[in-house]
């Protein structure tokens, strides 16, 4: 669990997109105290999860990412055919 100390430094790093999404935010962040890990397998079993831009770059990985947490992913993207390809991708 985050001190109070290091919630409130986690929580400026989110609001500075600079510091918070650069190496800086991530060196930081390393050296918080009872850092969280990452989600167990299976952590979102039963939650479903609207993933947009799901056919390429960070909405495909997410999609991906919550998949292999359990939860029922519901894939949107601009293109329907691609949707419907990467979907049938992540049901095999």
Known sequence: MLTPLS????SALDRSVVLGYTSI????????????DDPAPGS????RVVVTGATSG????????FLDLG????LLGR??????DY??????
Do not use: C, F, Y
């Not at 979102?44 to 939650?47: D, E, I, L, N, S």
């Not at 960070?58 to 999609?63: T, V």
């Open 71 to 74: 939860a029922t992913v519901h």
């Open 44 to 47: 979102m079993a039963g939650r």
């Open 58 to 65: 960070i909405g495909e990985a997410m999609a991906r990412s």
């Open 7 to 10: 919630r409130l430094l986690d």
């Open 87 to 92: 979907a049938r991708q992540l049901r095999t």
């Open 79 to 84: 293109n329907p055919d691609k949707v419907a």
């Open 25 to 36: 935010g991530s060196g930081v962040r390393r050296r918080l105290p009872h850092w969280p």
